[in-house]
Nanobody, 123 residues
Framework: QVRLVESGGGLVQAGGSLRLSCGAS????????MGWYRQTPGKQRELVAT???????NYADSVKGRFTISRDSAKNTVYLQMNSLKPEDTAVYYC?????????????????WGQGTQVTVSS
């Protein structure tokens, strides 16, 4: 079984910074894309940033130039450095990973989500 655990959320004033971390554990063979998404009440979950195993990053237009995604593949961990935070960045942030892992029936590629971490930016 694969598990993703996020940390680093909290309350920060506008203009401040936070760093989110997400570690994957379990019978992992490899991880392809890892990413961060966010969701506010009544809205669909939206992409924030993704990063491939080769280090290619993709960002939502709303966070370009302010957020930086990175990963430590040896630790199966992805990070999101968030700078110049705005009140509209307030959301629950979720980690996502496409994982190739061992199962009782062999090897399977599946998508996993973390439990989410709250980020609140006050004005």
């Amino acid at each position: 079984q694969v598990r993703l655990v996020e940390s680093g959320g909290g309350l920060v004033q506008a203009g401040g910074s936070l760093r989110l971390s997400c570690g994957a554990s379990g019978s992992i063979l490899s991880i392809n894309v890892m990413g961060w998404y966010r969701q506010t009440p009544g809205k669909q979950r939206e992409l924030v940033a993704t990063i491939t195993g080769g280090g290619s990053a993709n960002y939502a237009d709303s966070v370009k130039g302010r957020f930086t995604i990175s990963r430590d593949s040896a630790k199966n961990t992805v990070y999101l450095q968030m700078n110049s935070l705005k009140p509209e960045d307030t959301a629950v942030y979720y980690c996502d990973a496409e994982v190739r892992a061992w199962y009782s029936g062999g090897v399977k590629v599946a998508d996993y989500w973390g439990q989410g971490t709250q980020v609140t930016v006050s004005s």
